[in-house]
């Protein structure tokens, strides 16, 4: 398959999962609902259920990665994780791992400045940040062409190995906006910065915005030239339990604005927009609505995000919402018997939207989970995805 082509040659090749995820994407009926990735992060669990031997994961991540979402039914990928649990022990976490801004380092350090205090954050952003977002552009404008074959080419590589039943969706490279910058500086520096210097906060997230409209432009390009599904994941952590990280109400005057308009290439080509719920940010899902987003995927339903109340809502023309629901991996999962996997199941399905649903999780699943909560997962998606609605 030639990456100039791109999907457009496998039209006629795809598999009854890929096929279903595909017509799913386009919002058509479908009879079954497409399981979307399973990002099992104890290595154990993806041995055991990909078929392999104990250890066989740690010497061979992507194979064994890849038959277990094979095995496990997982009709749609956007964010290829193969090697996404070598970042943790099969049990979590362990001593070694590395500190950062946001996970306890002791001290910030970028381009020789320290960052110890609000002032130190605006500092480096005008310096250092806004300089290089304004040359990013301007080299990702001289270079359009080739970003848009990379792209194609980079998504090519993977549906190759995913081979025609599980379907490649287009998510890193493919997107870009505004965005808090707490992993540069650190929650307390860079929440104080967004607190007393919002005309700094303002000009960084125009200049970003900037960028991103020749990123996203791009990116657009490469999904219709490649004809690759036009559905993206957008990704930001926004929201913790409590509701958003600063007062809703100054992102509409600082943030809004920059997000539509880095946004707008995407809506132009008719590319689906859905976004990712980590925390309680219900104050935020009619404000994604009005700047063009098209559905949601995530749900922390324990922080208060209504699950049910967003299927019902429409978007800013009026149409569907598209919805990744998922079984909670910070309750139910953990805590739930397989009774009680089965039956958020069943809700999921039950209030989802009747056209322009997957199932899945709501994040990546941690290590430790107790497997017979995961087989039961994997038993209901299955069912959901062979017999449709009926039970």
């Known amino acids: ?158 549906q190759q190995l995913f081979g025609m039943n599980m379907l490649k969706g287009p998510y890193s490279g493919f997107f870009t906006f505004p965005g808090f910058l707490y992993s540069h500086y650190g929650y307390a520096n860079y929440f104080m910065a967004y607190a007393l210097y919002p005309d700094v906060i303002e000009c960084g997230f125009k200049i970003y915005a900037d960028a991103s409209l020749a990123f996203n432009r791009i990116a657009a390009r490469a999904i219709i030239k490649g004809g690759l599904p036009r559905l993206i994941r957008l990704d930001h952590d926004m929201a913790d339990s409590r509701g958003t990280l600063v007062d809703v109400k100054t992102l509409d005057g600082l943030w809004f604005p920059q997000f539509a308009r880095s946004i707008q290439p995407f809506l132009d080509a008719g590319i689906r927009l859905i976004w990712h719920c980590d925390g309680n940010l219900m104050q935020m899902v009619p404000r994604l609505l009005e700047c063009g987003i098209g559905g949601f995927q995530g749900f922390q339903y324990e922080d208060g995000m209504d699950y049910e109340k967003i299927c019902k809502m429409k978007t800013r023309a009026g149409d569907n919402l598209f919805i990744i629901g998922g079984v909670s991996v910070t309750t139910t999962l953990p805590l739930g018997k397989p009774a009680d996997v089965k039956r958020q199941i069943d809700w999921l399905v039950e209030k989802g939207p009747k056209v322009g649903l997957m199932l899945g999780c709501s994040s990546s699943i941690a290590p430790g989970m107790p497997m017979e909560n995961i087989k039961a997962l994997i038993e209901g998606l299955a069912h959901y995805r062979e017999h449709g609605r009926k039970r």
């Open 1 to 158: 398959m030639s990456s100039s082509i791109g999907f457009n040659a496998l039209e006629d090749k795809w598999q009854a999962n890929a096929r279903l995820a595909l017509d799913t994407i386009d919002m058509r009926p479908t009879r079954g609902i497409p399981t979307w990735l399973l990002n099992d992060m104890q290595w154990s669990h993806l041995d055991d259920l990909s078929g392999n031997p104990p250890g066989s994961y740690e010497r061979d991540p992507i194979r064994v990665y890849r038959e277990f979402s094979i095995k496990s039914g997982v009709c749609f990928i956007d964010q290829w994780l193969a090697e996404n649990p070598l970042t943790m022990k099969d049990q979590g976490y362990g001593d070694n791992t590395q500190r950062g801004a946001t996970t306890g380092a002791e001290e910030i350090i970028r381009d020789g400045i320290v960052i110890d205090s609000p002032e130190a954050a605006v500092e480096h952003m005008e310096k250092f940040l806004f300089p290089k977002w304004k040359q990013w552009r301007c080299d990702l404008e001289s270079n359009a062409d080739e970003e848009v074959r990379k792209r194609i080419a980079a998504e090519v590589e993977v």
